[in-house]
């Protein structure tokens, strides 16, 4: 079942709004952000359940089963439980990754919060870390979340993402902008 990404995320938009909104009302959103974290990590590890999601092979009621039984086993909330059920009947489970980084993304505003995308050529210490989110939240004026990567072919320095900004200091875009110029001048 491979449906375009804006067909993903446009289904998953409408699930997390639902799903979100009726947290919200359960005074849940708590719990909700526990799950969503909880959900992502078992996604990240389990081909099993990618596996689950993505493949046309099971049936709606197999997959509406496996999802009851991970939600069951996970002890996931009852707006997230009943929203992934519904997903499973409708044959949209594809789209969980998007729902969940819909959700996130719901979450974090809610609760005033943005995340940034950091990618740094070195792994970055903790007071690094906290000293980068400290000085994105003076800029924002919000708690900024950090989600790191590691990438050593950006010889040094880092690029980070924060909503619709990009700052990339790596030495890899400098040399680039360094060879432009000199193709120009030669």
Known sequence: M????????????????AIFDLAQEAKGIDALSADVDALTAALAGSAELRDLISSPVYTRDEQGDAIAAVAAKMGLSAPLAN?????????????LPQLLKGLAAAIAEAKGEMTADVTSATALSTAQAEKLAAT???QTGKTVKLNVAVDE??????????????????????????????KEVG
């Open 2 to 17: 491979s449906e375009p990404a804006s067909i993903s995320a446009a289904i998953a938009g409408r699930y997390a709004t």
């Open 83 to 95: 929203g992934l059920k519904l997903m499973a009947t409708k044959r949209r489970l594809f789209a």
């Open 136 to 138: 994105l939240a003076k």
């Open 153 to 182: 072919s950006l010889i040094g320095g880092m690029i980070v993402k924060l909503g619709s900004r990009m700052i990339d200091t790596t030495v890899k875009a400098k040399l680039a902008s360094l060879q432009n110029a000199m």
